[in-house]
Structure formats: C-alpha cells, structure tokens
C-alpha cells in the first residue's frame, strides 16, 4: 500500500510563506501526478495545484501567482512553496496521488491526512 504524509502547515500572518512537504512512502515503482488540495469549512475541497512525473503543471487560478509545486520523484515527495498568503487560503490541505503503482498492484486517488494552514489578518 501507499502512505501519504503531510507537513508545513501551520499559522503565519498575512503576507508571510509556508513550505509544505508531502512523501509517499511504500513498495512504490511509479507515480503519475501528485498535487495539493484544500478545503475550507464549510465549502468543498477544491483543487489548488498538480503536477505531473513530467513536470506539467496545473495550479487553481487564485494561487497561481503566489504558490509554486515541485517535485522530487528520487524521494517521491511534492512540495508547495507559498507566499503572500492571505487569510482566504486557510483550509486544511491534502496531499493526493491519482495513480501510483507498487508490488501490490495499482492504486488510484491516494489521499495524505491533511496539514492545517491559517492565515491570520
């Protein structure tokens, strides 16, 4: 099986950066895409940004220009560097994978526990 672990979060004020980090770790001979999701209380998760073992990208149009996702597929981890967070970014945010592929067989939409972020005024 794959395990999806999640960290950075935390709390930091308007205008400031949070670097979150998310590992796979398992039997693991490929992964497709790998990104970041969030969601809100109340409101539906939402896609925030992807990126593919190619290196293409998708980011959700209100964090395209703050935010920046990486990848080291070496180490099977995705990272999301974000700056001048704002407080509408609070939301817990979840790690996925759509596809990865082990000794077990192969798996589809993994999801990470989640990391809280707030963003305080």
């Known amino acids: 099986q794959v395990q999806l672990v999640e960290s950075g979060g935390g709390l930091v004020q308007a205008g400031g950066s949070l670097r979150l980090s998310c590992a796979a770790s398992g039997s693991i001979f490929n992964i497709n895409a790998m990104g970041w999701y969030r969601q809100a209380p109340g409101k539906q998760r939402e896609l925030v940004a992807t990126?593919?073992?190619?290196?293409?990208?998708n980011y959700a149009d209100s964090v395209k220009a703050r935010f920046t996702i990486s990848r080291d597929n070496a180490k099977n981890t995705v990272y999301l560097q974000m700056n001048s967070l704002k407080p509408e970014d609070t939301a817990v945010y979840f790690c996925n994978i759509d596809q990865v592929w082990t000794r077990r067989g192969q798996f589809h939409d993994v999801w990470g526990q989640g990391t809280q972020v707030t963003v305080s005024s």
């Open positions: 990126m593919t073992s190619g290196g293409i990208t």
